[in-house]
């Protein structure tokens, strides 16, 4: 069961989200919040897997809220889902460690299979939100930034690495490299010790930087 919380300031929003969710037999809703304070209140007495966080909450910040939530509450996975598209607010929930990111117009079936991506240990970023990181970073990186760093991957270390950029499931790699899941969580381990990042975000953010998508 992933049990979820629903963040956002609108009322109807998460009513009509909630209803969505309820639908399904793998999700559970442990609660709604229309605050920061009543997000930590919720989080502290029901412990959800996922947070489905709006960036705006308010005169809230929610960049500021999953800061603060990634600090205090690491395994905590945040699902970004928002109308923002500017591609600040897009890369500076990548760097703090949101596991995706989804915008309010999506539909049941990209909001579900976001969900269970995220809950997965998998990242998930729209289709818009990925054109956004991959163009923001393509045109404001310097080459020297974009070329590889002197980490040394292996060859199955990089077919990984841009599997996962390309946001396939652990599952998904497996079948194309023809490898257990187990053994691609392994190499995702492995990437995140060798390269000295903290999640699978950070991998993406890393496979665009240093040229792995070009």
């Known amino acids: 069961m992933i049990k979820t919380l629903i ?15 309820e639908q399904e037999s793998d999700i559970e809703v442990v609660g709604e919040a229309g605050s920061a304070r009543e997000i930590f209140d919720l989080i502290s ?17 929610g960049v500021e809220i999953a800061k ?5 509450y690491p395994k905590l996975r945040i699902l970004v889902v928002t109308m ?16 995706g990111y989804i915008l309010k ?26 054109a956004i990181i991959i163009a923001f970073l393509q045109n404001k ?12 991957l292996t060859r199955r270390e990089i077919e990984v690495l841009k599997l996962i950029a390309g946001e396939y ?20 381990r492995n990437l995140l010790e060798k390269l000295r990042l903290k999640n699978t975000a950070s991998l993406v953010k890393y496979a665009i930087q240093h040229g792995y998508m070009e």
């Not at 963040?7 to 969710?21: C, N």
């Not at 007495?45 to 910040?61: A, F, Y």
């Not at 603060?68 to 205090?72: M, Q």
């Not at 974009?146 to 040394?152: E, H, N, T, W």
């Open 169 to 188: 499931t652990n599952q998904e790699i497996a079948d194309k490299l023809f490898i257990s899941p187990r053994t691609v969580d392994t190499h995702r």
């Open 141 to 152: 990186l310097s080459p020297a930034v974009k070329r590889k760093d002197s980490v040394l």
């Open 7 to 21: 963040a956002d300031d609108h009322k109807m929003f998460r009513e009509g989200l909630r209803a969505i969710l």
């Open 84 to 99: 923002h598209t500017e591609s600040s607010y897009i890369l500076k929930m990548l760097e703090i460690g949101a596991a």
């Open 105 to 130: 117009d999506a539909g049941k079936v990209e909001v579900l299979n976001a969900i269970r991506s995220v809950s997965a240990g998998d990242s998930y970023f729209s289709q818009q939100a990925s």
């Open 68 to 72: 603060i939530l990634r600090e205090k």
């Open 45 to 61: 007495k029901n412990q959800p897997d996922i947070v489905l966080l709006d960036i705006t909450l308010g005169e809230e910040n």
